[in-house]
């Protein structure tokens, strides 16, 4: 089984995702399912096949710990890694070929405590990937961009799989899509736009880190920019998907 995880800030199109690539995939009489990680969560674009939201009730941690909707947000999200057995016997017993595995809104519950890294390096399968998605109606100039690739790079550095960062929502974005491409593939086009908005030491620093970020192999800036709505982009993501996970499989061999 392939595992594809879905991460991205709070709002960024990871359900949503999720449900538009099961459905792709699904399309091409593939076998795929859908997992929920997301304990907090009340409506889902998709029918979950594993579901975290069985095993951890949000409204029974309020109650029997007297904790307000964050802090049980907090003990829930913790929670996850103690039921990674449970998790991986339920998505082993589909028996798919791809699991997408939607991850909570929360991103810093999730990446940076314990539970989150436990369980995506704990849960097994033949390949993984990760996925980042850069909203692109947030990433509309220099600082947010660099500020939302560093979130990205913090990720890598916590899950430790191969990782691709997705542009989301581009069908909103108009132009500033291919600004943000263009960020992306050319340092000197960041650096111009940076130059709008900082300079002296700043510059120096922010232009620094953006070029340390491109030269990094397990992570890259080379982005993906897709719609969960018009599947703009779904060809080329299914595409370098299928490259990674075939590339998984022969280093196996
Ligand atoms: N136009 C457009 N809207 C999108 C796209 N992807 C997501 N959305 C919308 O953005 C909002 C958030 O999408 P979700 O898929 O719930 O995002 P999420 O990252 O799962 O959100 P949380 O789990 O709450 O953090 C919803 O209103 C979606 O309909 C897209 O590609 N295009
Ligand atoms: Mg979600």
């Known amino acids: 089984m392939n595992l594809i995880f879905v991460t991205g800030t709070a709002g960024s199109g990871k359900s949503l995702l999720t449900s538009s690539m ?15 990680l997301d304990p907090g969560v009340l409506s889902l674009p998709y029918d979950p096949d594993v579901d975290i939201r069985t095993q951890i009730d949000l409204q029974q ?9 964050n802090g049980a947000l907090i003990f829930a999200n913790d929670l996850i890694a103690s039921k990674l057995a449970t998790i991986q016997e339920e998505i082993d017993s589909t028996a798919a070929d791809f699991a997408i595995i939607d991850t909570p809104g929360q991103i810093e519950l999730f990446a940076f405590r314990e539970s989150g890294p436990f369980v995506a390096r704990g849960l097994q399968g033949e390949s993984k990937v990760l996925l980042f998605l850069v909203d692109s109606l947030v990433a509309s100039t220099p600082a947010n961009f660099l500020s939302l690739l560093l979130l990205s790079a913090s990720v890598n550095l916590r899950m430790g799989m191969p990782q691709l960062q997705l542009l989301s929502k581009v069908d909103l974005a108009g132009p500033v899509a291919s600004e943000i491409i263009k960020w992306g593939k050319d340092s000197t086009a960041f650096e111009e736009s940076l130059s709008g908005i900082k300079s002296g030491d700043e510059y120096t620093l ?6 340390g970020l491109r030269k990094g192999t397990a992570f890259s800036t080379n982005i993906f920019p897709i ?5 703009e982009g779904f060809i080329a993501l299914m595409g370098e998907l299928s490259r990674d996970f075939n590339a998984g499989e022969e280093m196996e061999e």
Do not use: H
Not at 28 to 36: G, L, P
Not at 206 to 211: C, D, G, N, P, S
Not at 227 to 231: H, P
């Open 206 to 211: 922010y232009t620094q880190l953006f070029r």
């Open 22 to 36: 099961a459905s792709w995939y699904r399309e091409k009489s593939q076998d795929v399912i859908c997992v929920n």
């Open 227 to 231: 719609s969960s709505y018009t599947r």
């Open 61 to 69: 941690i309020m109650a029997d710990y007297s904790l307000g909707p």
